[in-house]
Structures are given as C-alpha cells and as structure tokens.
C-alpha cells in the first residue's frame, strides 16, 4: 500500500480509538467502512450463494447506508453501517439496547427478506395480476400504523412482530424470504395455513418461471448511501432513540399492586423499584423473546413502571423467580395493549 493511502486509510479509521463521547461528533459520511472485508461480508457472500443455488439469476447490489431498505423501483438495498465494524456493533447495542442483524441467523433473515423486495422490483413483479391477486395491490400506500393479527395464517411469519401483515410489498418480501430458506420445509410448515401456503407455492413457480431470466429492471442506483450522509453518530440515535420510544397509558397502577406489596408488614422488604432495576435486563431479553418487541421501547415502559413502583413505595414481597416472571408478563400484555396501533416505521422495511 502506498504511503499516501496509508495515511487516508489511517485518518479515516482515527474515530475507532475516540472516547464514546467524542465517536458521537462523527459524521456517518467519515466513517470510511465499507461491506467488503467486514462481518457483514460473509453473510452477504452466502446469499449470493444462495441465490445461484436456486437457479436464480439475479443478484441485488447493496450498500451501506443508516438502515436497512430497499427504495421502490431499485433491485438493490441498503443495509446499516453498524454491521460493517466491531466497534460500531458494539455502539449500535449500547445505544440501542439491540443489534438488529447482528447474529448470523438474522442477518441471513433479513438479508433475504430485503432481496424478496429487490426481486420484485428487478422484475416488476408486482404488475402481474397473481401477485395482485394474492399479495395486493403494491400502491397501497405504507400505512403510519397497522394491526397484527397474532393468530392469522394468512401470512407466513418471518420477521419479528408479523410484518407481513404490514403491506402487500412485506407480505411478498417475507413469503419469499421463507421461501428462500436452506433445508427448505415450507411445505410441512404451512400445510394448514391453505392461503400462506397458496402464496409459497406461487413464488416457487414464480422463480421457477423468471429464475434464468435477466431482469427488466437493471438500475445499479442507490439512495442514501453512507458516504453522502452528514448526520453524526451521536444525531442518529437520538433519531432512532425517539421513533422507538412509545407513549403507554399510565393505567397499571392496580397491576403492580398485585405483584408488589406497600403493607406496613413488608417494610423490610427491598423496594419494587429496586427489585425491577436489579432485574431489567433480564425482564427485558425475556419479553423481547417473546413478543418480538425492541429492548429499547420495553425499556422505556419499564422505567416508567420502576418510577411508578417507587411513587406507590411498593415491596418486592414474596420469591424472587415468581415475581420476576410475573413482572416479565405483566411487562409484556402493557406492550401488547399498544403493539395494535404500533408505527411501522419502527421496524425493517
């Protein structure tokens, strides 16, 4: 390497030894990484496998950018920055309280959901009236909010919080997403879900049909890549930090009087609030895993509740392991009563 590319390469990578406040003044646009050489690059490198291994020509072309999206009309996407270095893994989870595709089974996840929306771009395949017919029209527009039905078997379920159910675009994302999936047992899985099933067996003829084919659409374009962002590390979060952050009615009150004790009797006991903060990462990873809900939003309700907890002075009165779990219920029905009026751009697209 060259001594002037020693030293660009060297000024460009000088934010990895910042201090934590200092790293927040860097802009996005300086970061300098890039998918190539970096953790993401293995996963990508395995779609592309993939992709050939179901005789499937088309390969997307992605970047870098704040998050993952793929923009209408483009067969290609974005993915975030984040995964692209260590350092900023570790950012993303300390700020975030998640590192959403930070693991290899999801990363493979998305990466697979973001090509169903580069594929149907590449070959328009949302003009065909069977796509229409079983997915929906693709000018529906994005809703602010939508409304899950946890018990539907109308839509396959891939992502978290059952995205397919968002808009005919995510629905078809995700069905070929599950379709994609190595070991492929869709079949055995969708077997009683007649219309889940009827749109997996429509995207493997799909494949089957445009599979070998160039596709109509050959754009190499991107939108909002890294090198063009100059918002700064430390402007990001605070951007994301709000979008996840949600208002929950104060109405729990008679709740953490079930679990939680304010008798007299119990006085000696430790405080609620206490009790909750010493277990909230716990509490937080166990809803999460069951409800598909963000850490950072349950966190937010969950402070609300710890403050509440010490306003009433309630007593953790009783064992430890029953509470807990009792706690982690109640923590995870308050974020239901919202998940039926949730903002969708909190999630991937």
């Not at 493979?108 to 929306?117: A, C, N, Q, S, Y």
């Not at 007299?264 to 999460?288: G, K, N």
């Not at 963000?294 to 010490?310: E, G, H, K």
Request: hydrophobic residues 40%; proline residues 6%.
């Amino acid at each position: 390497m060259a001594v002037g590319k020693r030293a660009k390469h060297a000024r460009r990578r000088s934010w990895e030894r910042l201090p934590r406040e200092q790293l927040m003044k860097v802009r996005l646009r300086d970061l300098g990484v890039s998918i190539e050489g970096s953790w993401l690059g293995p996963q990508v490198d395995q779609l592309r496998r993939e992709l050939l291994d179901r005789a499937l020509v088309f390969q997307p072309h992605i970047w870098l950018s704040d998050e993952w999206f793929s923009p209408l009309g483009i067969p290609g996407f974005a993915a975030p920055f984040y995964l692209a270095h260590p350092r900023l893994m570790r950012l993303e989870r300390s700020q975030m309280l998640d590192l959403e595709g930070g693991t290899h089974g999801e990363c493979m996840r998305i990466l697979r959901h973001e090509t169903g929306h580069a594929i149907q771009h590449a070959y328009r395949l949302h003009h065909r009236r069977r796509w229409r017919y079983l997915f929906g029209s693709s000018a529906q527009p994005y809703p602010d909010q939508y409304r899950p039905n946890p018990a539907s078997k109308q839509h396959v379920q891939h992502l978290r919080l059952w995205y397919a159910q968002s808009h005919p675009d995510e629905d078809f994302a995700e069905t070929f997403a599950v379709w994609m999936r190595p070991r492929r047992r869709w079949r055995a899985r969708y077997a009683a879900w007649p219309i889940a099933l009827r749109k997996l067996e429509y995207v493997d003829e799909l494949m089957a049909e445009v599979g070998g084919q160039p596709p109509s659409v050959t754009s190499h374009a991107v939108v909002a890549p890294l090198h063009r962002i100059s918002t700064t590390l430390g402007a990001h979060y605070e951007a994301r930090r709000r979008r996840y952050v949600i208002e929950v009615p104060n109405t729990y009150d008679r709740d953490l009087l079930r679990l939680f004790s304010r008798d007299p009797a119990h006085r000696d006991h430790e405080s609620a609030a206490v009790f909750l903060r010493r277990h909230r990462a716990t509490i937080r990873q166990l809803v999460a895993r069951w409800s598909g809900e963000y850490q950072i939003t349950l966190d937010a309700v969950l402070s609300d509740m710890i403050v509440r907890c010490r306003e009433l002075k309630l007593r953790a009165a009783g064992a430890e392991r029953p509470l807990v779990t009792n706690f982690a219920v109640l923590l995870a029905v308050t974020i239901t009563r919202v998940l039926y009026s949730r903002r969708r751009e909190w999630i991937v697209v």
